[in-house]
């Protein structure tokens, strides 16, 4: 009789995961009721973000010892009591680290049949490939002419984000991990430039591939990279979190603010210069004058007088022991 | 005969800024020439910003020992050669810290006469103000019944943040340094709660403060009040990075992302999570379907045989040992 070769969590893994931290189990096929089906995996997507699932500090879950790993795979429909899905289906669906599944049809999508091999439906033609084009296109808003930095280059979603960023005309500097990952990005995925993060000394060659700064950067690594980067941002720059490869095997949070936050809640992080903003001017002047008018604003100056003093008002204001809009009254 | 009487940087402090890092200075008050005006101060503003000025590192350029220190005031025209500007004419410019001062009348502004006291044209109804306002209204995007966060709640920025919020309808949530700050900001700005970091355990006092988490944080301060904010963060969050009072004092660089460059780039930084742009999936589809005809995309699977195979690939995975999309071949 065939079983169902299962690999589960063996140990909860501190630091990068080793093979022992995992265990193979085989146990019977599962039987199907009506409205489900059973499935055979063809391919099985393996993601860096799963780290966070075991670490159990993943926004999609988590996986502790005992539990089947999950994923996203590529399944045959071989037995089915399910009226939209027939024997012969092939479907995606987050089916798990095992040969056969069953499912009730929820979540799970029919590949497209141009999609060939299907595997492409785990890579550049599913989720990975989704997460670049839309990140890409809608939150890093490509210009021709646009310097897109992107780290993990030749990954599922960084050789796609550089990819379509040719098409949308950028030149493309690639990060990666080794001579044989730049070569590839630079002779077979179209990139301008890739640069290896082991071998080169990464600030001078940024500067170097980036003489006039970093208008989108593509992260998908976080850490000393992505510090490294922020350094080089050109003015307006667009900045797309997408992953924590650095920290993923991290037990500890790194110190300062960490990108997990801003990526967990999704939220857009912009640095504000007044500069920018003068042509608001006569509106804003009209607008307060109003509020003041009617009672909803009120004001507080921290006013010292005499230009003599300006120097041990500056101290205060500088211990916050000021109260107030700091002023010095002179004349 | 009445002198000019100047503040000027004696040394460059290291930490945070005593009265002897400064020198009081006496000249005689200049002269003026054709397309010139000469001005006395009436007020004169002082402004966290200068902190990064004398340690060289702030965008609007840097003040040496010897450099009279610059700061923007309001000024009474009292000699003219200019034909744009009459004696008696109120303006603002960048005077610095003295008390007269000239000025070809490049980017001096002439104040509103219904700015009174004139000193607002520093505060409410100038930068701070204006900042402030654009900071909150185009990178904040408020809405009623928003929950907005504000550091430094009673400085000449954070306080029309607050109280601009509050007619926008937001609960506004204050952060100060003192209980006094807090009582001025909730009895006479309008701020629903303000808390005292330097009383309150932060974290525990936000979550009290903010149970349904924050939907826009306007940050004045950098450091740990930033990371600490950054922990609770609502779905699709603003943050605006504006000032960095906790780094202005500080030699070295705190670990992490900086928000300096993030404000020094005006850069927009948002977080990526591909389950928020499925409704792409169509398009996406299409688009990289005809890349693919056109030959415009490669890609390359880093593809291992076998469920029980697994486990080792995603350790290799997890050390970057892995080359294109990581997939699985089960049957």
Chains 1, 2 share one sequence.
């Not at 009506?34 to 499935?39: I, P």
């Not at 995925?189 to 890739?194: H, K, L, R, S, T």
């Amino acid at each position: 009789m065939q079983l169902n070769t299962q690999i589960k969590l063996a140990e909860t893994p501190t630091g990068t995961p080793e093979p022992k931290h995992f265990a193979v189990h085989n146990e019977a096929i599962p039987d199907i009721e009506n409205g489900e089906f059973l499935s055979k995996t063809l391919y099985l997507s393996l993601d860096p973000y799963m780290r966070g699932q075991i670490a159990g500090r993943h926004i999609s879950g988590r996986v502790d010892p005992g539990d089947i790993l999950r994923g996203e795979a590529i399944c045959e429909v071989i037995d089915t009591k399910h009226p939209e899905f027939a024997v012969g289906d092939i479907v995606s669906y987050f089916a798990g680290w095992q040969k056969f599944s069953k499912s009730d049809g929820q979540q799970v999508s029919k590949i497209d049949s141009r999609i060939t091999p299907s595997s492409l439906a785990l890579g550049i033609l599913g989720m990975p490939g989704l997460t670049a084009y839309a990140g890409l296109i809608d939150l890093g808003e490509p210009k021709a002419g646009d310097v897109l930095v992107v780290s993990a280059a030749t990954g599922g979603v960084g050789s796609m984000v550089g990819q379509i960023g040719k098409i949308k005309g950028c030149r493309v500097v690639g990060i990666a991990g080794s001579a044989e990952k730049c070569k590839w990005a630079v002779e077979n995925a179209n990139f301008d430039v890739c640069l290896n993060y082991r071998e080169d000394d990464l600030p001078t060659a940024l500067d170097k591939a980036c003489p006039d700064g970093i208008d989108i950067y593509f992260d998908n690594v976080g850490g000393e990279i992505l510090e490294t980067v922020m350094e080089k941002l050109s003015l307006g720059a667009r900045v797309i979190l997408c992953g924590l490869m650095a920290q993923y095997n991290q037990d500890e949070r790194l110190p300062g603010t960490n990108p997990a936050n801003i990526i967990r809640s999704r939220a857009t992080v912009r640095g504000m210069v007044v500069y920018d903003h003068f042509h608001k001017q006569k509106d804003f002047v009209e607008d307060v004058l109003n509020w003041l008018d009617d009672g909803l604003i009120t004001y507080r100056e921290d006013v010292s007088e005499g230009i003599e003093n300006a120097a041990e008002s500056f101290c205060r204001l500088m211990k916050g022991q000021n109260f107030g809009k700091t002023i010095i009254k002179v004349a």
